[in-house]
């Protein structure tokens, strides 16, 4: 299901403005997870359609998402399904697990299924530890006045069950990865979340 919101009044004229500028402003850095597009890691089996157990990269689950660090704006009292889109800019940083929003430009084309990983970050720029591990359930398209796509507002849902997991899995991160990340360029990560 994709919900398309042409009529964010308060939002447009920001978006006018700059969505890029605005995520600058108010973004946080997070881990994005693409689990949507996810890929066969090298020690995948053919014959028992599993990965190897001691794989460093996969962890044995055979497949392999992509983790980024990009910004995102981090909302909570939006109610995207009412059409009371003025609480945009002024309820950033009010905290309210049942409407939570995250909201990601376009150009990252977030999805279902994507996880959004929030982590503190070291002076150097590297992801530290695990505070929310957040599913993506629904992407819904907000417009400019041009009509273009500017923004997307992720609805989440709070994995507290693989908060441990990602946890463990980013302690023993390998630093190419970690270097990776950290310059804005893409990872592996494993898929876990896989159904
Ligand atoms: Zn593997």
Request: net charge positive; glycine share 6%.
């Amino acid at each position: 299901m994709r919900y398309v919101y042409d009529n964010f009044k308060n939002v447009e004229i920001d978006l006018r403005q700059n969505s890029e500028l605005l995520t600058e402003e108010f973004g946080i850095n997070v881990l994005y997870i693409r689990n949507a597009k996810f890929i066969r890691c090298k020690c995948f089996n053919d014959l028992n359609k599993n990965g190897d157990a001691k794989c460093p990269y996969c962890l044995g689950t055979g497949h392999l998402a992509s983790v980024q660090k990009i910004k995102a704006i981090e909302s909570s009292n939006v109610r995207p399904y009412s059409d009371e889109s003025s609480t945009f800019k002024t309820n950033i940083g009010v905290t309210d697990q049942k409407s939570e929003i995250y909201y990601i430009r376009q150009q990252y084309n977030p999805k279902e299924r994507d996880l959004i990983l929030k982590v503190t970050w070291d002076k150097y720029g590297n992801p530290v530890d695990i505070v929310k591990v957040l599913e993506i359930i629904n992407v819904y398209e907000m417009r400019g006045d041009n009509g273009r796509v500017e923004l997307n507002g992720c609805v989440i849902n709070n994995r507290t069950d693989l908060v441990t997991p990602y946890r463990k899995y980013l302690s023993i991160l390998p630093k190419k990865i970690i270097r990776q990340i950290n310059i804005g360029e893409k990872g592996v990560w494993p898929l876990m979340n896989k159904e």
